[in-house]
């Protein structure tokens, strides 16, 4: 799994260049490309489902941080056995028509309307502990953070969400990075996989699923806390090579050329794996020509 540190080092080799100006170009270039082909599909991996509970006579729900766009079938609220399925509100003003009365309650919700980053029901829920779910496309954020690295991990055990650090400031800004253990040849060392940090202070990590690795007590193991691209493994570096290609035009041709052609074959791997939330991708490679990408993109500098 690549995260900015090593995309940014992969633009340094690729282009034979580590001045912080080159790097910091490579930065604009390679957030700019993962943006462009997350624009291309509607890709199942950007999808995420969310569930809340309602709270009575409470109209409006906090939506996630990284919400980008309702996606699917949108929104429904379980109640007992029975799921409901409010419709969308077509727009501000059928909204506030709507709530001209604010004294209307119900479990069963009939519309549902989207504003200032809340989730919003009418009539107004009547009752606590609802369950409301709906599936998101998740919005990109600029990768812009290096890896840290200070400290050790010294606590880590099979099973349980929770990584305590050894001499390691965490900050609650980390959260929603992934963190990774260093993998070792002896007992008391990590798995070398990547976990998703769900919450993050001081000195200790929870993660969105539980460590799957051997447990790790009162030895020090190096780890890293990293900004992940949110490409699929083994597609991560697409950007990295689209953003070396657009660097290297003038300066070797040749060298861009294929650099771009690595970048073309990869997209063309990811759209027929990823174009489908099934296995059975029916896919024809006419639906993907990487001679109509739009020639604006790649640039002269």
Request: proline share 4%; charged share 15%; hydrophobic share 35%.
């Amino acid at each position: 799994m690549e995260n900015y540190t090593s995309l940014r080092n992969l633009f340094r080799d690729l282009t034979f260049n580590s001045t912080s100006d080159n790097l910091t170009l490579g930065d604009t270039l390679i957030n700019a490309s993962i943006k462009r082909i997350l624009g291309l599909k509607s890709w199942p991996f950007l999808l995420k489902t969310n569930t809340q509970t309602t709270v009575a006579s409470q109209q409006f729900y906090n939506l996630p941080y990284n919400f980008g766009k309702l996606a699917g079938s949108g929104v429904t609220v379980t109640v007992s056995n029975t799921r409901y399925a409010p419709k969308e509100a077509p727009n501000v003003e059928f909204w506030n028509q709507k709530n001209e009365s604010t004294t209307i309650t119900s479990n069963i919700p009939e519309w549902f309307f989207i504003l200032n980053g809340q989730l919003g029901f009418w009539p107004t829920p009547s009752s606590a502990g609802n369950t409301i779910t709906y599936t998101y496309k998740v919005r990109f954020k600029d990768l812009s953070r290096a890896n840290y690295t200070t400290g050790n991990v010294g606590t880590a055990t099979l099973g349980s969400a929770t990584i305590t650090g050894s001499a390691a400031s965490w900050a609650t800004v980390m959260a929603g990075r992934w963190i990774r253990i260093t993998a070792g040849d002896t007992a008391n060392t990590g798995d070398g996989e990547w976990y998703e940090i769900d919450s993050i202070s001081s000195s200790t990590a929870i993660l969105k699923r539980n460590y799957a690795g051997l447990s790790i007590a009162g030895v020090n193991n190096a780890y890293i806390i990293g900004e992940t691209s949110p490409l699929p493994e083994g597609y991560d570096d697409i950007p990295v090579y689209e953003a070396a290609a657009i660097r290297m035009a003038r300066l070797d041709p040749s060298l861009a050329t294929q650099y771009k052609a690595t970048a073309d074959e990869k997209l063309l791997g990811l759209v027929r794996e990823y174009s489908s939330l099934t296995g059975g991708v029916a896919l024809d490679e006419s639906e993907y020509d990487a001679t109509r990408i739009n020639p604006n993109f790649f640039v002269q500098l």
